[in-house]
């Protein structure tokens, strides 16, 4: 069955602070994943995309990190800032679908 | 990018009304796609819709209770039908560039079904 957790479901940071949040997927056979932040209230915003053959990926102070082998992905957040308060998505498509299995979030809250 | 646009932005509706969801995109695109995130939960497809057919629902999700119209490749509405307080969540219209490079997202509906 394809799935994506992540982990943690939630997180608190002191600001200026980084901070790693982690995803896992089974989907097969894989396409890309991307990485999306959700402000409350708002529709997710695409942070980053890798496909297979790519293990790191910036935007910013984001930087994505992907391991096809151990079918891992990593989001990195240097020197939080308070705007860095939202719902991370981890989304991972299958190769000849446009079906995205969407992990369940990551919620961070970035403090002052 | 593709700047999409919904109406309306919320909503509170009585149980057993109908409510349907317009998403405007300003750039032509071929496969738009429906979602709903319930409270605390991550994004759930509702079904996939192309210009000029019908479009297509996931488990779960069908047609009478859910009807979507594509009129054209600017244009989707989504309607809510007969409806209960379990459908109270964000419905968010998507599309995908034609290159699928990135996924573009409307800002969402919340709706509120008492």
């Known amino acids: 069955k394809n799935q994506v957790e992540q982990s943690p479901q939630s997180l608190i940071i002191l600001e200026g602070k980084n901070c790693t949040l982690q995803?896992?997927?089974?989907?097969?056979?894989?396409?890309?994943l991307r990485w999306y932040k959700q402000d409350t209230g708002r529709g997710p915003v695409s942070l980053t995309i890798?496909?297979?053959?790519?293990n790191t990926k910036s935007n910013g102070r984001y930087t994505a990190t992907l391991d096809a082998d151990t079918k891992q992905s990593s989001l990195h957040i240097t020197a939080s800032q308070l705007s860095d308060s939202a719902s991370y998505i981890c989304?991972?498509?299958?190769?000849?679908?446009?079906?995205?299995?969407f992990g369940t979030g990551t919620r961070l809250k970035v403090l002052a | 990018s593709a700047v999409i646009s919904q109406k309306p932005s919320r909503d509170i509706c009585q149980r057993g009304t109908s409510l349907t969801i317009q998403c405007q995109v300003d750039?032509?695109?071929?496969?738009m796609f429906w979602y709903r995130q319930q409270p605390g939960q991550s994004l759930t497809l509702i079904a996939t819709?192309?210009?000029?057919?019908?479009?297509?629902?996931e488990s779960g999700f069908v047609i009478d209770k859910f009807p979507i119209s594509r009129p054209n490749l600017t244009f989707s509405t989504l309607t809510v039908s007969n409806m209960s307080p379990e459908d109270s969540s964000i419905y968010l219209c998507?599309?995908?560039?034609?290159?699928?490079?990135?996924?573009?997202f409307g800002p969402g509906t919340r709706l509120l079904v008492l």
């Open positions: 998507s599309v995908e560039e034609s290159r699928g490079e990135t996924q573009y």
């Open positions: 890798m496909t297979f053959s790519e």
């Open positions: 995803c896992n997927y089974t989907v097969s056979p894989f396409s890309n």
């Open positions: 989304v991972v498509s299958a190769s000849g679908t446009y079906k995205y299995i």
């Open positions: 750039s032509q695109v071929t496969m």
């Open positions: 819709a192309n210009q000029g057919s019908e479009a297509t629902y």
